[in-house]
Antibody
Framework: QIQLVQSGAEVKKPGASVKVSCKTYGYTFTRYGITWVRQAPGQGPEWMGWISPYNGNTNYARRVQGRVTMTTDTSTSTAYMELRNLKSDDTAVYYCARDYNGSGQYYFDYWGQGTPVAVSS | DIQMTQSPPSLSASLGDRVTITCRAS??????VNWYQQKPGKAPNVLISAASNLLSGVPSRFSGTGSGTDFTLTINSLQPEDFATYYC?????????FGQGTKLEIK
């Protein structure tokens, strides 16, 4: 069955970088985009950006542009999200999600389990 | 950027009640709205796409309406498993923003 399995929790100091992985199973990796969403404690989800595993095209949210890089490894069907120069307000649970885009609809149909990232000195 | 404003932020209801959650977009977005349910410690789960399309496996007591800027999610005959937080999300244009959520609690 379709699964997205993320790497484990991280604790980082301000200014450091974090790289979260999202290994996918059960579908053709290059046929669906991967979106990254984060959710700070007690807040709604925040869209961070998207990558096409087919051609590597990306689209990043302005709020993290310049600090984030999304990549994929098609040989292992894995997506990665690296966030640099971490600040305390980057503390959140980070999710990867598969994009469904068809029939005039676009939504995130399968999600990883989430990776908590805590940024603290 | 499109802002999504949900109301109410929280809602108390009893088993068997009917509840409605609203979401307003800061500009017209046709029917490019999805609704998600999230339970504590879990990822969001999509219930409705394109404002009113009930996804496979989602109980028929859930329904969505709206177009333009105003959207609603209705849950008929609340069941114990429905107590969760609900989010709207616009899929019109990036950044694909979410509302701040409505927490549905048992009265």
């Amino acid at each position: 069955q379709i699964q997205l399995v993320q790497s484990g929790a991280e604790v980082k100091k301000p200014g450091a970088s974090v790289k979260v992985s999202c290994k996918t199973y059960g579908y053709t990796f290059t046929r669906y985009g991967i979106t990254w969403v984060r959710q700070a404690p007690g807040q709604g989800p925040e869209w961070m950006g998207w990558i096409s595993p087919y051609n590597g095209n990306t689209n990043y949210a302005r709020r993290v542009q310049g600090r984030v890089t999304m990549t994929t490894d098609t040989s292992t069907s894995t997506a990665y999200m690296e966030l640099r120069n971490l600040k305390s307000d980057d503390t959140a649970v980070y999710y990867c999600a598969r994009d469904y885009n068809g029939s005039g609809q676009y939504y995130f149909d399968y999600w990883g389990q989430g990776t908590p990232v805590a940024v603290s000195s | 950027d499109i802002q999504m404003t949900q109301s109410p932020p929280s809602l108390s209801a009893s088993l068997g009640d009917r509840v409605t959650i609203t979401c307003r977009a800061s500009q017209s977005i046709s029917t490019y709205v999805n609704w998600y349910q999230q339970k504590p410690g879990k990822a969001p789960n999509v219930l409705i796409s394109a404002a009113s399309n009930l996804l496979s496996g989602v109980p028929s007591r859930f329904s969505g309406t709206g177009s333009g800027t105003d959207f609603t999610l209705t849950i008929n005959s609340l069941q114990p498993e429905d107590f969760a937080t609900y989010y709207c999300q616009q899929s019109h244009s990036p950044p694909y923003s979410f509302g701040q959520g409505t927490k549905l609690e048992i009265k």
